[in-house]
């Protein structure tokens, strides 16, 4: 006989508002067991006791790691497999600095690449690996609509969601004869403790909620790549589009 | 960024500042005056601060901690009713107090010490607030309970959200055996048997609401409806949510239309007349299943007007009300009207207290809506009424001390680093 276990679900950078909202979908499915890994317990562990309350019979685990830390991520990923079959993993963290702190300060340009591309890479290279071993699961990554085309006003945090886009593409290839699926997310604006100094003339912020939503089904479906709210799509590609003599004549 | 309330009069400038439970010194740094703000579900001006600051809650929705032998329950500030009740009520727990809204939040329920139909059996919604956490623009945190910096807690709870920010709050919920009320609609035909209905039903009966027809040829007439929590148990479909896509330019309730909706109205709930079961988001919150149905009034917005009637007056008052009303040449198309219990609210400007509450909106259309409604106020003073803040723009400073004596105390407790549209109106001495 075959046990039923459990649905194993691990969410990197868990206190992310788009997490959030993700973990409280996932939690309250049936047999549902959640591992949050965030940079600093106490503040994970509070996103866990709001889970506990939604669905008191879900399990839910706390890990702390150092996200910088290419051994530690390493060795998180290896505890968590080590103790049962992966089914989803969500990688989430990112800053958003203003570009102009980018540009005047080195560190502040050397955080966003590290946290925004480095470390989620590091985060799916390290599960990846794990999901192949065992021929299952999604993996899905948080890139950004403003991967998509640079500009002067965020190309840091842009480029670097760009990166992530390679090589999410790149995992992709890897397991395509397999059945561990890759997923890459691209948010538009959404309203979340990261855009709260952001105010765009003429553009409606998603709803962390929503975006959570079309997350949660695209890792169902195990899509390449998903827009969302799926409107993104249509408006990224006009922007692709767009020669470079005029893009950069534009104010964006 | 340009906000409103539900009642859409204006659309000002306010700087919003999303509030995050990392950053809720936030509300220290600020040069101007803030305001907490939740879901912008009240009428008026109360969660407005034009040229200032506010403080959207939203993001402060965690649960923290649930005793599922007590049904207490604690969680931040900014959850939504509707999340507490979708979540608890599958578990046997439900809100003893709710309004007609399940979109509002937890701070902005104990701001206001909001009622529903059950005020009767429950009183409002301060009765069942355990403790809460109040953090002034000074930096301190006041944890405040009855037993506790009592007087922080009754200034806080119907506050108005002038006392400080309420972080979190521990609530008592109420144990039932599922989602479903059965529910009994009677249509009566006098403002008298109005009252008698209201006298027979609060013994047996923990709801108690009614629909009542403004309009001339058939005022004082009205659906009575009355309800209890049952162990009624079968699957429930919900109709699909219906969505108002846009403001019209005009009123779609208006002189011509009213009559119609009126009688329409009637008719189908006098049609559902008798006994039913239905499921608790119908029958507490009817209006949710139109998203955003504020923008039927136009581009100019409505006025919500809500008063409550000592007992010994309110025959009279409210005939004389509705004798106004239909006088004129607004209409009111949502007029409810129910009977509150014999108790007074905890908060020291609480509106509950002991008597009738009339609820009437009005389609904005200038001066002569506000004449009806100055009209109204002098009724309302005379009768020793008050008017409920959560629905107000206008009322007289008069009007309001007359209605509220204890503003005096509730002062002290007012927190300097915060203002609103309506503290700005009613409460500054020029
Ligand atoms: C369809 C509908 C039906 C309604 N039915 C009823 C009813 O039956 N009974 C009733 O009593 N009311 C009713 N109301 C009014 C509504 O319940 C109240 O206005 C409620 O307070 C709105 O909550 P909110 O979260 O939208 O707060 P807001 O409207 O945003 O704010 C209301 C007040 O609360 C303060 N506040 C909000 N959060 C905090 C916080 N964290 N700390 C301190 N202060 C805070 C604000 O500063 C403001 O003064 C109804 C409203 C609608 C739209
Ligand atoms: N919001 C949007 O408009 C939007 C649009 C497109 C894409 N995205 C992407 O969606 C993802 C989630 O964003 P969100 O909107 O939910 O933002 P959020 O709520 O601000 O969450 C940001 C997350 O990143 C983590 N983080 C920040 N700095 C870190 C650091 N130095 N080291 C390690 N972790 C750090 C935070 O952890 P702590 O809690 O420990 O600080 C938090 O979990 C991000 O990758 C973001 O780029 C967002």
Redesign the interface.
Known sequence: MKMQSKTRTVIVSATS?IAQECARLWVIEKDAELILVGRDRS?TE??A??LR??A?QASIEVMETNFEDPQAIQTLADTIASTGKIDRVLIAQGILPQQADCQQDLNISYNTLMIDAVSPALFAEAFVGHLQKNNHGTLALLGSVAGDRARKSMYTYGSAKALLEHFARGLQHRCAHSKVKVVLIKPGPT???MT?HL?IKGIKFASANRVAKDIVSAMNRGKLVVYTPKIWFAIMTIIRIIPSFIFNKMNL | ?KMSSWGRLSAEEHRV??L????LNAISSSQKPGLAYGMGRSYGDVCLNPGNTLWDT??LD?????D?KTGM?S?EAGVLLGEIQK?MIPRGWMLPVSPGTQFVTLGGAIANDIHGKNHHRFGSFGDHVFSLSLLRTDGQIIECSLDKNSNWFSATIGGVGLTGLITQACIQLRPVSGPWFQSESIAYSSLKDFFQLADDSERDWEYTVSWVDCYSKHKGRGIFVRGNQSDHDSPYVFPKKLHVPFTPPISLINRFSLPLFNALYYHRLAKKRGLEFIDYEPFLYPLDNILEWNRIYGTHGFFQYQCVIPRAQGLESITEMLNQISASTEGSFLSVLKTFGQRDALGMISFPKPGVTLALDFPNKGSSTLKLLTRLDSIVQAAQGRIYLAKDTRMSKALFMQGYPRLGEFLKYKDPGISSALSRRLMETE
């Open positions: 508002c503040r509070s996103v006791q709001d309350v939604r008191p309203n979340t403790p709260t105010e | 960024m500042l999303t995050s439970r990392d950053r939203h993001q965690h649960f923290i901690e649930f599922a329950l969680c979540i």
